[in-house]
């Protein structure tokens, strides 16, 4: 029997820099791989079914709620976004690490199915830095990175909800921390899977 | 405010290497010390009170035990070692990691004093390897041996007591994983202090 794979859930606000943390984890170490989600949402124009998503009819994917085949899945304005499960269990089972990027309300059904995820929020090192990064990357108005900022205030109640927090103001460091996280809670005793012969003797 | 420093409780059987990693881990980081218990036995030649053990009279030891001033003791033989709270509190309130090798029933009470402890089991890779390392090191006669490993036997059940479980294979691979334990511990979400300004925005 080997040890199974963690399923590692990384929250945090817009720009606190989530995607480059998680492509730099992967970069790093071997054996761990991103969740890829399923969506209702048309394909775009240089997307690959099984890369950027797995691309669902409607239809399809109601079913699949309905006979709970998803993790987590919410619907966002006119689409359905979600995880299969089958896909990440049978990551986790072959020893691979799985990544979710996904938003809170993700999390917290995420904490309902899969108990035994580990949940990291990544923040920036600062509010001003968070305005800075949204207003340089996504060139929004003023008024709108307000209300981006207010959503990201009432982000912050729920990190209790979340086992660890990152900040990410340098990036090695926060990758390095992510690293680290991954590497004690696979020497967390109820994790630990105890292949020696201690009990053969 | 600062961050508070990490009560780090290692555990194990003698021979897994407990004093090695301690000692390398310090040598690796900043900001981290071995705790020193305090002890009535006499002091021997080349021990140094503050260095060694902080040695105490029995009626001192006693009187600090009813004043509630360990955090752990206990009577081994005719004489008492313990914990002095203080010292220790000190040095976690100046942002000091402390290191406490310390035994199953100490760590218990340790449980029970200071819960924001991290409690770590140091392992050797299998029972045969400890046999070989008490040998060596040891010289003990195979019936003391045998009886030892029996101990062993009866403290493993003990290991769901603790957080952290690391097999003392490669020393280097060991000190890395106690280095990562610290790191991950520093960003729970209940330990990390926010210090930035999301509160002030």
Known sequence: MKKPGILI????????????????????????????SATTREKRPGEHDG???????????LGKINQ?????YAKVYD?????????????????IDVILEIDIQGALQIKQSYSD??????????????????FCRDREPLEEIEKRL???????????E?????INDEIEEAVRQLECIIEAEKCKSNHRFFNFDFKGE
Chains 1, 2 share one sequence.
Do not use: C, W
């Not at 890369?51 to 994917?61: G, K, P, R």
């Not at 709970?68 to 987590?72: D, R, S």
């Open 117 to 134: 995820a580990v949940f990291i929020f990544v923040l920036p090192p600062s509010l001003e830095v968070l305005k800075e990064r949204i």
């Open 162 to 166: 979340y086992d660890y927090v990152v």
């Open 79 to 95: 689409h359905y976004y979600g995880t299969i499960k089958e896909k990440v269990l049978q990551a986790l089972e072959n020893n």
């Open 9 to 36: 859930v990384i929250s945090g606000p817009s720009g606190a820099g989530k995607g480059t943390l998680a492509k730099a984890l992967m970069r790093k170490r071997e054996g761990i791989e991103l969740s890829i």
């Open 51 to 61: 890369v950027t998503y797995y691309y669902l009819q409607e239809e399809e994917f």
């Open 68 to 72: 709970g085949l998803f993790l987590e």
């Open 150 to 160: 207010n959503e990201v205030k009432n982000e912050l109640t729920y990190i209790d």
